[in-house]
């Protein structure tokens, strides 16, 4: 008689995925078990249930958190996200990555997230507005320009970061409050490059193992077939700017399904297509692909782009590109990580390779602080250089030490993190 087939079952909790992340790194380190116990919880976690007045008049109550992880090496910093699958572990889990993020890019900044469980696009624009002032001004003194400095996340945009400032602007007068949020429109303080901050940064973390010789065959991104899952502000401008540079971009998704094509999309087709229907799926010019299998497809370059948990133990071994460059946060569990270093594809982590948002939004930061405003010609170059450096000295400790370039960038981080806080002291 045949025995039955075993079912491994993959722990896909986020706040687990960011611990088991952590723990591979700490063999590989000399960090005293007390600091390990420290940097693995949040410093404060805070839940609010607030309630919003809708359009027809109804009070209807949603659940927010603001959770901070780290502020060892600077003022914590973090994206809020609206989403109906927001909850405290997946906001815990992104405040630990946004410190390690900010680590490996060698900001100031510690490690934040926030979030709200609603779904955005079953709401008007004026309920999210009351809904982002109620949540802003129940969080208080939680935030601010040198405590808690909040950004954009998913269905967060910077008319969300205006009402941010706004409200807490009106509660706080006699203060220059511009650098409470990034992400704000340029006209009250944003910074030219940010919209475009992380896909320009991941693209350059592409270029840079391509020159690397991380990808056989390639010798630019001009040469590269690139798959592209998610369409929101990062998947779409890095499918801009890679197809500007040569790239053909063979398929490009979004919630509601993609599209694909061997010769390559029309990237500006496609997007304009998802600006008129709300979709890039049914675009002319590439047959329907499902986000599954999108991941699955055979290309150079694939990017994660969208949510958390896309490639797993279940699809691992069927990821066809040759490298993936995580512009999505947690794209990848620790058991499809084993997966594809064991196979020999290259994995770029996105504590690195999305970290040009958060580096552009460093850098609206200190432009606020000193009133200033530069040119798009100046972030770029900064976050250009910024990238480069990132990069080479996370993969230069995975060559050396012979580890997954995940682990090295942990290594990295923590390394920051542990030495930062062993040079400032446990007070009192």
Known sequence: MARPETVVTEDLNPNHIAQTQLEKALPHLDVPAGMIEYVRRPERTVRIDFPVVMDDGSLRVFTGYRIQHNNARGPFKGGIRYHPQVSADEVRALAAWMTWKTAVMDVPFGGAKGGVVCNPKELSTDEKRRLTRRYVSQLGNTIGPMVDVPAPDVYTDEKT???IFDTYDMTHKGQNNLPVVTGKPLEIGGSHGRSTATARGALVAVEEAIGRGLVPGVRSV??????????????????????????????LSDSQGGVAAKAGLDVAKVLAHKEATGSVAGCAG????SNSALLELDCDVLVPAALENQITAENADRIGAKLVAEAANGPTSPAADDALFARGVV????????????????????????????????????????????????????ERRRVAPRVAAYMLALDRVARVTQLRGLWP
């Open 161 to 163: 970061m205006a009402w």
């Open 286 to 289: 590439g047959g329907a692909v």
């Open 222 to 251: 001009g040469e590269a077939t690139i798959a592209v899952q998610g369409c929101g502000n990062a998947g779409s401008h890095f499918a801009r700017l890679a197809s500007a540079q040569g790239a053909r971009i063979v398929a």
């Open 347 to 398: 994995v770029i982590p996105d504590i690195l390779c999305n970290g040009g948002g958060v580096t552009v939004s460093y850098y609206e930061w200190v432009q606020n602080l000193q009133d200033e405003q530069w040119d798009e010609e100046t972030v770029n170059a900064k976050l250009q250089r910024k990238m480069v450096k990132a990069f080479h000295d996370v993969f230069d400790i995975a």
